[in-house]
């Protein structure tokens, strides 16, 4: 019997996907049977390199596809997805929108550029990538085994932490993507396409180290609950379960993978 943790076949589009989280997921879902797992990112050669690390691993029978493009824009998000439809015979069962970037300053030394700059990738680029992608995984999905998306949330969307402080855009968007998330889980679950969240907690990826390493990656573990920060597999094996057979069910949800810091730091 097949296990219920595969995406056997799958077609699988992961923004921001050449680095980080989206790298991690990617990884997941190309190990796990997805037949096509089209990274995207903005920089073409970083997208290529990982594409190229991904088909290098022994035994995956799926292609991982680079295509460079830019979340921030309308037009960029439909770049892509022209790409992933006519490469795909348009298909798509899976999209992880996980692109994402974040900007700080003291609130009365904010700008408003980097306000735009946050704002229009984390949560304007969100929305328009299940928008432009909604039509390709309706066509795939079906009640027993429904298209799925996760939206990268944050942690920092869930509670006010210090941690937070002086990332007014970033910390905004995120909150903004999970009731979003919720909003479109409700709308497009009779058209087969689950939504969910993940809320990561703190991982060192290029992003992550920014803040890590502000606080010190010692700090950050004394005051989680399970004493460490996050792991690429945390990513892979939560991404897994709500994109596989496993997580048919799950609609709407926010999953926190930060160890239970959210319920107790004040970092
Ligand atoms: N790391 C953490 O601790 C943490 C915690 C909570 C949430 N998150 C969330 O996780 C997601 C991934 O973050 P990460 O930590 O993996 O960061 P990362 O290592 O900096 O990766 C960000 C990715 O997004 C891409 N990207 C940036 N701007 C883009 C744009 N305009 N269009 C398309 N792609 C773009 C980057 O590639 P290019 O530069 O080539 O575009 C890269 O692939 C983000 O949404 C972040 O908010 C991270």
Same mark, same amino acid.
């Not at 796990?32 to 594409?51: L, M, P, T």
């Given at each position: 019997?097949e296990?219920?943790?595969?995406? %056997?076949?799958?077609?699988?589009?992961?923004?921001?996907? *050449?680095?980080?989280?989206?790298?991690?997921?990617?990884?997941?879902?190309?190990?796990?049977?997805?037949?096509?797992?089209?990274?995207? *990112?903005?920089?073409?050669?970083?997208?290529?390199?990982?594409?190229?690390?991904? %088909?290098?691993?022994?035994?995956?029978?799926g292609?991982?596809? &680079? =295509?460079?493009?830019?979340?921030?824009?309308?037009?960029?998000?439909?770049?892509?997805?022209?790409?992933?439809?006519?490469?795909?015979?348009?298909?798509?069962d899976?999209?992880?929108? %996980?692109?994402?970037?974040?900007?700080?300053? &003291?609130?009365?030394?904010?700008?408003?550029?980097?306000?735009?700059?946050?704002?229009?990738?984390?949560?304007?680029?969100?929305?328009?990538?299940?928008?432009?992608?909604? !039509?390709?995984?309706?066509?795939?999905?079906t009640a027993a085994? &429904?298209?799925r998306?996760i939206?990268v949330? *944050?942690?920092?969307?869930?509670?006010?932490?210090?941690?937070?402080?002086?990332?007014?855009g970033?910390?905004?968007?995120?909150?903004?993507?999970?009731?979003?998330?919720?909003?479109?889980?409700?709308?497009?679950?009779?058209?087969h396409?689950?939504?969910?969240? =993940?809320?990561p907690?703190?991982?060192?990826?290029?992003?992550? %180290?920014?803040?890590?390493?502000?606080?010190?990656?010692?700090?950050?573990?004394?005051?989680? &609950?399970?004493?460490?920060?996050?792991?690429p597999?945390?990513?892979?094996g939560? /991404?897994?379960?709500l994109?596989?057979?496993?997580?048919?069910?799950i609609?709407?949800?926010?999953?926190?993978?930060?160890?239970?810091?959210?319920? /107790? !730091?004040?970092?």
């Open positions: 019997m296990s219920m943790f595969t995406v %056997n076949d799958k077609i699988v589009l992961v923004t921001g996907g *050449s680095r980080g989280l989206g790298l991690y997921a990617a990884h997941a879902l190309l190990v796990a049977g997805a037949s096509q797992v089209y990274i995207s *990112s903005r920089k073409a050669i970083e997208c290529d390199k990982s594409a190229k690390a991904l %088909n290098a691993i022994p035994g995956v029978k292609k991982a596809i &680079p =295509i460079a493009g830019n979340f921030s824009t309308l037009d960029g998000v439909k770049t892509v997805m022209e790409f992933v439809k006519t490469n795909s015979g348009g298909k798509l899976i999209v992880i929108a %996980n692109a994402g970037t974040t900007w700080g300053a &003291p609130f009365e030394k904010h700008l408003p550029d980097m306000l735009d700059k946050v704002l229009d990738l984390n949560l304007k680029g969100v929305f328009y990538t299940i928008q432009q992608a909604a !039509s390709l995984l309706e066509a795939t999905g085994d &429904p298209a998306v939206v949330g *944050s942690i920092i969307g869930l509670a006010v932490t210090g941690g937070g402080t002086g990332t007014y970033y910390l905004s968007s995120k909150a903004a993507v999970h009731h979003l998330s919720k909003a479109l889980a409700v709308e497009l679950g009779p058209r396409i689950n939504v969910n969240v =993940i809320a907690g703190f991982f060192p990826t290029k992003m992550g %180290n920014g803040l890590i390493n502000m606080i010190g990656t010692e700090t950050l573990a004394e005051v989680n &609950p399970t004493g460490r920060l996050g792991l597999e945390d990513i892979e939560a /991404v897994l379960y994109c596989s057979k496993a997580g048919a069910y609609n709407g949800v926010v999953l926190p993978i930060d160890g239970g810091q959210h319920l /107790v !730091s004040k970092l």
